[in-house]
């Protein structure tokens, strides 16, 4: 039962290239997440979705896409890397919206230099 | 906007030791409000899931409690071993906007042998 997987787990890039982190669940959960969590911030909502092709902003969405072809993936782009986005990114799933557990992924490190 | 808080920021005790964190959010209008475990560089782990509706739930040694209308909950953990050793997030779901979990900054605690 692989659960929710990222990849990569570490990433090191330069200020304006496009990045993408992977995130998949082998559970058929409805709904996806990607948080971003830095020092001082704690972890913040970037985007979520609720079903394949559904998705909406969260918090902190600015200079990050999403996109949910098929239920058990969920990549983020960052489409121009600045370094202001340096952080560690955490995808994670649950069944439903309102009463339902979150489960995490072991999260990607980026870096932008 | 929601907010949450936990206190103490660290804690640091001696082995088997009962202790208590404390998390409180600003906005008592939640649907649940998840306890979960970061260890150094690694995901978070779901400790326990707590429905607005109820008061209270239990894990093993864990047990945590929910005041939603002071906006309270603790996390009880009793006798603490040094594999405790970890940083304990709260969260919660208030629905509304940004569908995702407001999360408190964290207790990182230290059990000492």
């Known amino acids: 039962d692989a659960g929710i997987t990222q990849s990569p787990r570490y990433k090191i890039t330069e200020t304006g290239r496009q990045v993408t982190l992977m995130c998949h669940q082998t559970?058929?959960?409805?709904?996806m997440f990607w948080y971003r969590q830095d020092l001082g911030h704690g972890l913040r909502l970037i985007y979520y979705?609720?079903?394949?092709?559904?998705?909406d902003k969260g918090e902190v969405p600015d200079g990050y896409v999403v996109s949910r072809s098929k239920t058990e993936n969920f990549p983020l782009t960052l489409e121009s890397a600045t370094r202001s986005q340096t952080s560690v990114y955490f995808c994670?799933?649950?069944?439903?919206?309102?009463?339902?557990?979150?489960?995490f992924g072991p999260g990607t490190r980026l870096t932008v230099l | 906007k929601q907010e949450v808080t936990q206190i103490p920021a660290a804690l640091s005790v001696p082995e088997g030791e009962n202790l208590v964190l404390n998390c409180s959010f600003t906005?008592?209008?939640?649907?649940?409000l998840q306890w979960f475990r970061q260890d150094p560089g690694k995901g978070l782990t779901s400790l326990l899931l707590?429905?607005?509706?109820?008061r209270e739930q239990t894990s093993g040694r864990l047990n945590a409690s929910l005041d939603k209308s002071s906006g309270r909950s603790t996390l009880y953990i009793a006798a603490s071993q040094p594999g405790d050793s970890a940083t304990y997030l709260c969260a919660v779901y208030s629905g509304g906007g940004a569908d995702g979990l407001t999360f408190g900054k964290g207790t990182h605690l230290i059990i000492q042998p």
């Open positions: 906005d008592s209008a939640i649907y649940n």
């Open positions: 707590i429905q607005s509706s109820q």
């Open positions: 559970w058929s959960h409805s709904y």
């Open positions: 979705s609720a079903a394949a092709d559904i998705t």
């Open positions: 994670a799933s649950s069944r439903g919206r309102s009463y339902n557990e979150q489960f």
